[in-house]
């Protein structure tokens, strides 16, 4: 099963304060200990919502919406894709992250047989296509 583990942002993320020496190397064992399971699948932080945009979608018509967005506990600062065999165990994972505030959620990430029917195998098959295709441009960087 794969999880995202989403990490809040805060006052101080979303001013663009970086993190210390400190909590970068803490954050890297973290990693290290994840890479070393065989769990982690990706992590990044994320930059303040200031430089970001949002899109947004009604019907057709796209509206593009500069940030910075206005309720800090609703932004997120960076994120983790784990593999992992239940959210009980990517809920162990998080409890022993670097972090000493804040919120970190955790969702489930959907496979294509959450989808039922409507998953024709036709759409697996694309799915998985682009998937393979996706997969070989990152190994070749770009």
């Known amino acids: ?3 995202m583990v989403l ?6 993320s979303e001013a663009g304060v970086m993190p210390s020496t400190e909590v970068l ?5 973290f990693n ?6 065989g769990v982690l699948l990706a992590g990044e932080g994320l930059h303040p919502s200031s430089r970001g945009v949002r899109v947004r979608c ?3 018509k796209r509206t593009v919406i500069d940030g910075p967005f206005a309720e800090t506990k609703e932004l997120l600062a960076g994120f ?16 022993r992250s670097p972090f000493e505030e804040g919120e970190i ?3 489930q990430v959907f496979e294509a047989a959450d989808f039922g029917d409507a998953m024709t195998p036709e759409l697996l098959a694309q799915e998985e296509r682009l998937r393979a295709e996706s997969e070989a ?5 770009g």
């Open 105 to 107: 959620e955790i969702r």
């Open 137 to 141: 441009r990152t190994q070749a960087g």
């Open 25 to 29: 190397t803490a954050m890297a064992k």
């Open 1 to 3: 099963m794969r999880f």
């Open 80 to 95: 983790w894709l784990l593999q992992v065999k239940s959210k009980e165990e990517a809920v162990e994972w998080i409890k």
């Open 7 to 12: 990490v809040k942002a805060n006052k101080d």
């Open 32 to 37: 290290e200990e994840l890479v070393k399971a």
């Open 58 to 60: 009604e019907g057709r």
